[in-house]
Each structure stands twice: as structure tokens, then as C-alpha cells.
């Protein structure tokens, strides 16, 4: 319908009303378009999370069996940090760190078991809110979304766990299965934006790979120690005892089966991203805590001390087309996941996150972050770590140890006595770290925690000390 002008008015004046209307409703056209335009894409991700991975059993890290052809194939075009560490060595609080960039007084997982709260933005929550489609596939039965509730933004939380693990009323999926389902989901969702993460459970103990890795990484030498320093979890009727002792070289061995067969599943699933048409997918894998296979006389476990075995973690980052620095030595915390993979996905990070993001490290502008770390064991055992010093202190006895990360990587000095000043310093930034939280005796959080049947139930299963 055609504009009629009041009487009076020229033609010409109505030719002036029409050109104002173009205008205002070209006006108003370019500024729904710019509140309606999606914003650009962000890049497809894959979050690859692995359990009980030590970082030097890898071959891009230096380990003299070939372990991880795959994840070195990764690390060949990709940027490996070389000391990147976990906030605490047990699943489900360091998982709940990397999947909301938040130490764990903060996001309240404090120990397996714990859901994480509904406060804090979660990274899937946060990438579906920005449009993508969010997968996760686990393999560990304390990430079941009843135990975790890690499942918050994700559309799909494959849980189910098939397998019952030997000498443990604990079930698990293996790593070529969540490679099977991973492919599976990637088949029908390459064509959308999506945030896949996979956890994988393999090399968790018992160590047992399938069988056809029975013959991998034997070893020569032996290593007798006392069968009674083995969980009782760990013990493979196949490693036999003799005199009250066992081969801790057999067990190392089956470690490092475990994580062969772990890397050839994750092997198939890069492989095949190709042929899915999915080369440009941002890729991070990281384990979410080592494990202790005998230093400081704690065979095959993890949680109970706060040692590098168990605290420094692989990480490996791959970013498309991007020609990073290829290493960074520089320490970095698994808290700087979540910024980072928000920054690439263009979605604002919240202010809780205060870890800085990783971009100017791999995008080679910055060659260190200098950040203090900090690790705990609940409300007994937390340390500071920086580039060169380790404080750690037992809030139990009041215990102090300090080691000298560069001069003695495997923490086999204290040199806290000859230190006195370094020990007050880091204890001071400690001190200046810990929350209400942190204070409260060890005995009330346990109690907090879980009660006393499922504290009973799990001490048998391995997981409580």
C-alpha cells in the first residue's frame, strides 16, 4: 500500500517521505540483522580426557618405550606442555577443574563421589549456550552423571559401562568402546558445531590390557618388593608371589600394556577424522592425574600423595593450521582448559575463571605464564608449586617439605630445613590461597562427604585410605 501525503503536500515532498522510509527501514533491517546474525562459528572440538596417565610414559615426553605412537603422531603437530599439573590427583575433582577452569574449594568437588554443584558455569553448558552440539562418552564409574553430575549441558552423557573390572564390584567401558561410540556420534553430528569429551579409563588399575598386548614392554629385570604394598585391587593372579613378595616390574609392565591399547583406540579415532571430513577439529588431551608406580614407597596408586608422579599430567593441544611454539616448558595449570577453549569458541569467559587462557603460549606471543599452582589432598596435604620450587605441607602434623624441581625433579631432597625463608614465603602464599574451606578438619570434610556405609563400601574398593 502507497504512502498518501496530507493535503497540500507536493509530490516531491512525498518522494522525500518515501527515500525517509527507505531509509528508516533499511535502518531497521541492518539492525536486526546484526542483533539476529548467529555469530561466527566456532571450531569443532574434542576434549580427550585419560585416566591415570602418567606424562612420562608417553614418547613425546621422553619415555623409552614405544607406549604412544598415536598421541606422539598428535604431539608431532600439536603444542606439548611439558609440566602441566592437576590441582589434586583423583578423578572426579580434577575432571570438575578442567570442565570449569575452578580449583576444587571453589566448584566443591572435593573427592570422588561428590556431584559438582549447580552454582558454577560449566564449559558444556556454557558451549551449548552458543550454539553447539555437546557429547560426552566415559568410561569411569565415578563419572556416571548419579555420582558426578558432570551430564549439566550435555545433550548426550553416555555412561553405560558394560564391563566389571577384576577384584572390584566396579564397572567400566573399555577404550575401543568409546572409540566405537565416539565415531558413532561423529558420523551423524559432522555436519553441525558440536563439543565432543571422551574419557578414557584405560590405563586405570588393575592394569589389564586385552590379551594380545600380553607380550608388550616384558621386561628383563625384576624388581621384588613386598606384596602387602600393592592395593589389594591392583593384585593380578598372573604376577605370581614368592616369599611374600611380587615383580613391581611385571606390574610397570602391564602399566604401560594398558596404555598402548588405551593409545591404539585413541589412534583409530584420529585417524578416522579424516575421512569424516573433521581435519579442522581443535583437539585436547590431557590426563586427569598420574600415578605413583613406586617413588616415595607408594606402589600403583594415586590421591594419597601429592608428588609429580601423581599431580603432572599430559597435555597436548592441537590447533588447526595454527604453527605453535611445539613445546612449552613453562608450568601450566589444567584449570587453563575451560578459558581456552571458551576464547576459541568466541563465548565470553565468566569472571569466576580466573586461570589465564593458554592462546598466547601456543600462539607463540608468550613463552611462559608466570603462575603459582597450588595442589592438595583434601585437608591434609597442599602444595605450592612454581617453575622451580615444590612446598608442600601436611596440615595433619604440620610437616613441611620442599624440593628444588629444577635440580631434582623426582622430589627426592627436602631441602625445607636448609630453606627456611623459601618455606615461609610459600607457605605465606598458601596461607593467602586456602578458603574456609581448606580449614576444616580432615575428619568433619570425610564425614561431609559421604556417610559411613559408602565410606565402608568404597575403603574396600580401593578408592578411600
Known sequence: MGLTPPPGRSSSGRGKLRGR????????????????????????????SIDTLRADRLGCYGYRFDTTPAMDRLASRSTVFRQAITPVPRTAPSVASILTGLYPHTHGVRSNWIPLPGEFPALAEL???R??????????????????????GF?????????????????????SDITASALRWLEENREEQFFLWLHYQDPHGPYIAPPE??????RSEEDPIPADLVPAYQLLPWIPEQNG????EAYRASYDREIKYCDDAIGQLLGELTRLGLDDTVIILVSDHGESLGEHEY????????????????????????????????????????????ELAGVPVPAEMAAPSLLPLLRGTKDRIEETIFIERLNKLKAVRTSRWKYIRNLQNSREELYDLKNDPGE??????????ICREMNRQLEAWMNPADRIPLTEVREMMIDKEDRKALRSLGYLH
Not at 535502518?27 to 542483533?35: A, W
Open 21 to 48: 522510509w527507505r531509509l528508516l527501514a533499511g535502518g531497521l533491517l541492518i539492525f536486526g540483522l546484526s542483533r539476529c546474525r548467529p555469530a561466527a562459528p566456532g571450531p569443532n572440538i574434542i576434549l580427550i
Open 127 to 129: 558451549l551449548r549456550n
Open 131 to 152: 550454539g553447539y552440539r555437546t557429547a560426552a562418552i566415559v568410561g569411569n564409574y565415578v563419572l556416571k552423571r548419579q555420582y558426578s553430575g558432570f551430564d549439566r
Open 155 to 175: 545433550e548426550l552423557f553416555d555412561d553405560r559401562m558394560p564391563a566389571r573390572e577384576l577384584n572390584r564390584d566396579i564397572w567400566e567401558k573399555s577404550a
Open 213 to 218: 598386548y600380553g607380550d608388550f614392554f616384558a
Open 245 to 248: 613378595q611380587v615383580d613391581a
Open 299 to 342: 606402589f600403583f596408586e594415586h590421591g594419597g600423595f601429592i608428588y609429580d608422579p601423581s599431580s603432572r599430567v599430559v597435555l597436548i593441544v592441537h590447533l588447526p593450521g595454527l604453527a605453535g611454539p611445539g613445546e612449552v616448558d613453562g608450568q601450566v595449570s589444567v584449570l587453563s582448559i575451560a578459558p581456552t577453549l571458551l
Open 412 to 421: 627426592t631432597q627436602n631441602l625445607s630445613e636448609l630453606n627456611p625463608g
